[in-house]
């Protein structure tokens, strides 16, 4: 179940990179406005990469929040873009919330499952 999790997770990363560093003109619109769209796309990224890679959760989300601030840099060098530290706090935020879902649905189902019984035990 983890691989394909991983392997959205990327796609998500990719898709996110993609939409930062692109042309303005092919990036997704909505009605949610910009924090609104970045605020849903970033809580995708955190909530995919937190299921994906549940047993370094810390890790990974220490690493989210350092990649998001360097897409955020890169957009200095992006022909049309601009970096805003309100967007790094948004969608560093909104990472963050992801990642917390992933741990409250994680314990959720394990509380679903019930206690693990040890195999060894007599």
């Known amino acids: 179940m ?3 999790l ?3 997770a990327w796609l998500l990363a990719a898709a996110v990179t993609f939409a930062t560093l692109g042309p ?3 990036r997704p619109r909505s009605d949610l406005g910009q924090d609104g769209e970045h605020a ?3 809580m995708l990224v955190g909530l995919a990469f937190g ?3 549940s047993q370094r959760r810390w890790f990974v989300s220490l690493v989210a929040i350092f990649a998001i601030g360097l897409l955020e840099l890169m957009q200095l060098w992006a022909p049309g873009r601009h970096a805003r530290l309100e967007d790094f706090v948004v969608d560093a935020l909104a990472a963050c919330a992801g990642f917390a879902i992933s741990a ?3 314990r959720a ?3 679903r499952r019930g206690p693990v019984q040890d195999p060894s035990a007599p």
Do not use: Q
């Open 104 to 106: 409250v649905i994680e």
């Open 109 to 111: 189902v394990a509380r």
């Open 2 to 4: 983890k691989l394909p």
């Open 51 to 53: 299921l994906a890679y």
């Open 40 to 42: 849903l796309a970033f």
């Open 6 to 8: 991983r392997l959205l």
């Open 24 to 26: 303005a003109t092919l």
